[in-house]
């Protein structure tokens, strides 16, 4: 059941307030028009904030949809709770004081009856983009004392994160093209003109490409698709998905082959460069090409010009990350950067230098890999985190330990990790699961109890993580757009009131002495007091030293308060080798993991070579994801503006492929995976490599029980009704969506 506010024409004085929109990692500054007073305040237009350091005046049609979302029919904006009546679930308003006790209680039972480890945690891609999750979230899932925690970065980015915690000592230390600056610009498996970017904030990235072509510099792709990155590229080359380590390896291989290794400055601070040359010794690019599709000579010119280019860098996302050799490609992208003398050099890859670090204040981990395992298949957990890949079987498979109890938070694994119908019947099997989102989607309708917190322009923002990740160094905090309806909890407040009644009802379930119990919940309560506008005035203040020890500026709370637009803090600096030395720290070029896992890739890509398949109506392709500047994974396709015209959710396909199958343009073809079949549309297009079929993730809308009519109107079918659960990255066990084998046929 939801409230459906009011459409009446808004009245009043109008109200101009700068704000983010932080659906997507560009995080862009916007400028919103609100008419009325007090509760009445309705947004009546959006436009993009010319005056912000980052974006610089960037919109893209999701920007607009903020209102959509605060406007939207169907958003939760009470608690509910599932019911039986006749057999048949139903859904019931009912008060937080009902919901909270009612959480708690089927938590704590489930928790006294099989143990904590029977009670598991998601918390999906927009807990990071609401900072409210990022600063309270922990008092509660921390209470929960499970190791069954899972998030969707083993879904795409849990390769970036685990080689930067090998290489420079901390998860979230991961350099980002300094893109205004580059001369050479080389990009694998990603398409920041739909993206934005992706762990590199960047915004209104076509200007940012325009500029690099009008200094003389050059943008090459290497992706299975023409994407829209490449189709404004000075080169694009086709790869063969899942060959991609094959060819960077190649690269480094060259490097090393013509004799062009030049660390630069950050020689002194590195270690087994010589074991690095014997390793990648096997990957000629005269032996790889057959495997990668890209020829030899292509491969070595273009390790020249990244070796010389004053200012060059090599930049890599989901299409690298998200298959069986994640780790190997993200570790051969940052050792090219490295060998270049292209790491930590302006036009390179720079580490940016956020006013609230959170690696200086120590606020997150530097991570740890493979300290324990999960229950079934010993997969390894890497920050405290074991990848969603398993996530299923832990609730499927009997015996100790068996996950009987879940609490997502702002997340659809059901649409967004592998295997989603196997998830599906998991979750069905649940006996408590407690929700916090504002929608009934394909995941939180399996709840039986959903928390909606408020949206975001209902509440104050400061981003406190894709700072990190920036292309350039700014500063900002957005007070909210408009208030919440009365009655409405922001997320922090909700797991601050979940961890209160939790800590109560499961003291005598807690370890440890008295003493140190009372100090956990005094430290707790505190936190729980403490909004996070306090705590980012600590945090600043607490940065202030650092700041003026490298010459930036002391800011505090006041001053981003005079400046809701954004403070600039200048382009990226060079940092990395500095932070290194301060801690002492070296950089080992050749990991156990990495060294252990490149003989099966010499197996792989650097043996006989691999004759060119023909044409075969029943062979299997290798299925692709594919980004649409109008999505945002599943949580957007509720805007109709966002959905209106063509349809999106097709199965591109090389008509020579169409061909060898007698399939046709716009046709409905049914795509099988091992672990199950979807029903799509068809679309013919040369702006794919043949033997190579893509999909956009994200749909499926079509599911009982949902409450998204504009979804459920435009629903598509699911990338992850198709993607197997047991294809995952071979060191990290992230999720490997991409080359996943598939048939495809005429839809009966």
């Known amino acids: 059941m939801s409230h459906t506010p009011s459409v009446a024409a808004p009245t009043g004085p109008l109200h101009t307030r700068h704000g983010v929109c932080n659906l997507c990692e560009a995080i862009c500054g916007l400028t919103f028009q609100v008419q009325g007073d ?28 903020l209102k959509d979302l605060h406007e939207d029919p169907d958003r939760l904006r009470q608690p509910v709770k599932r019911v039986t009546v006749d057999g048949e679930h139903r859904w019931q308003t009912i008060g937080w004081d009902e919901a909270f006790d009612l959480v708690v209680e089927g938590l704590a039972r489930v928790r006294e009856q099989h143990g904590s480890q029977a009670v598991a945690v998601y918390q999906g891609n927009p807990s990071i983009h609401n900072w409210g999750n990022v600063t309270h979230g922990h008092l509660f899932f921390g ?176 299409g690298v990350s998200t298959q069986a050799h994640g780790v190997v490609c ?42 324990w395992r999960s ?48 998830l599906d019947q998991a979750l069905a099997g649940l006996d408590f699961m407690v929700a916090i989102d504002f929608y009934r989607n394909e995941t939180t309708r399996h709840a039986h109890v959903i928390l909606p917190p408020t949206c975001f322009v209902e509440h104050d923002h400061a981003d406190l993580v894709f700072l990190h990740l920036a292309v350039h160094n700014v500063a900002r905090y957005s007070p909210a757009i408009v208030p919440p309806a009365p009655g409405t909890m922001h997320d922090w407040e909700i797991h601050s009131e979940l961890a209160r009644r939790y800590a109560r009802r499961t003291w005598a379930l807690e370890r440890g002495s008295v003493l140190q119990r009372l100090r956990g919940l005094a430290t707790r309560g505190l936190m729980r007091r403490l909004s996070p506008r306090t705590l980012l005035a600590v945090g600043l203040k607490l940065s202030a030293k650092a700041a003026r020890r490298q010459g930036r500026p002391a800011l505090r709370l006041r001053d981003l308060l005079a400046h809701p637009e954004g403070i600039d803090l200048g382009p990226l600096q060079p940092s990395l080798g500095e932070t290194l030395q301060r801690a002492r720290r070296r950089i080992g070029l050749l990991p156990l993991g990495i060294r252990q896992e490149l003989p099966h890739l010499v197996a792989l890509f650097a043996g006989a070579p691999m004759a060119e398949p023909a044409p075969d109506a029943t062979g299997p392709l290798k299925l692709i994801g594919r980004r649409d500047v109008r999505s945002n994974n599943s949580w957007l396709h509720n805007s109709a503006r966002l959905v209106s015209g063509k349809p999106r959710c097709t199965l591109w396909m090389h008509p020579r492929d ?91």
């Open 375 to 422: 229950r079934v298949r010993g997969a390894p957990e890497f920050g405290g985190e074991l990848p969603v890949s398993v996530m299923a079987e832990e609730m499927l498979t009997p015996g100790r330990g068996q996950v009987r109890a879940l609490v997502t938070s702002c997340g659809n694994p059901v649409l967004s990790t592998p295997n989603g119908r196997q």
């Open 330 to 371: 993200q570790w051969a992208i940052q050792v090219l950067n490295i060998l270049t003398g292209q790491l930590d050099r302006e036009g390179g890859a720079l580490l940016p230098t956020p006013a609230l670090n959170l690696i200086g204040l120590q606020l997150m981990g530097p991570g740890h890999f493979g300290a």
């Open 38 to 65: 007090g509760a009445q305040q309705r947004i009546v237009g959006i436009s993009g904030n010319k005056a912000d350091p980052l974006s610089r005046g960037h919109i893209c049609p999701k920007a607009l949809a």
């Open 143 to 318: 209470q929960l004392k499970t190791r069954q925690r899972y998030s969707a970065t083993s879904v795409d980015q849990l390769p970036h994160h685990l080689v930067s915690h090998w290489l420079y000592g901390h998860q979230l230390r991961l350099p980002v093209p300094d893109i205004d600056r580059t001369r050479f610009m080389l990009v694998l498996g990603a398409n920041p003109m739909a993206s934005n970017g992706s762990l590199m904030t960047a915004p209104d990235i076509r200007a940012r490409f325009k500029a690099l072509a009008a200094r003389g510099g050059k943008l090459v792709v290497i992706d299975p698709r023409k994407t829209e990155t490449a189709a404004i590229a000075d080169e694009h080359h086709f790869i063969d998905p899942g060959s991609d380590a094959a060819w960077l390896l190649s690269l480094i291989h060259t490097l090393f082959d013509e004799e062009r290794v030049n660390p630069g400055a950050l020689a002194p601070l590195l270690d087994q460069i010589k074991a690095v040359r014997d390793a990648v010794a096997p990957f000629r690019p005269e032996t790889t090409a057959t495997h990668t599709g890209i020829d030899a000579a292509t491969t070595r010119r273009l390790a020249r010009e990244l070796a010389e280019a004053e200012g060059g860098v090599v930049y890599g996302r989901m």
């Open 658 to 748: 169409a061909a060898a199958r007698a399939l046709q343009h716009g046709q409905a073809v049914r795509v099988a995976s091992r672990v199950g079949d979807i029903t799509v549309p068809l679309h013919l297009t040369e702006d794919i490599r043949p033997g190579v079929v893509s999909l956009p993730h994200g749909w499926g809308h079509d599911r009982p029980g949902v409450q998204l009519q504009v979804a459920q109107a435009h629903a598509g079918a699911s990338l992850n009704d198709l993607s197997d659960d047991h294809l995952t990255d071979r060191i990290s066990a992230n999720a490997a969506f991409s080359a996943q084998p598939v048939t495809v046929g005429p839809a009966t």
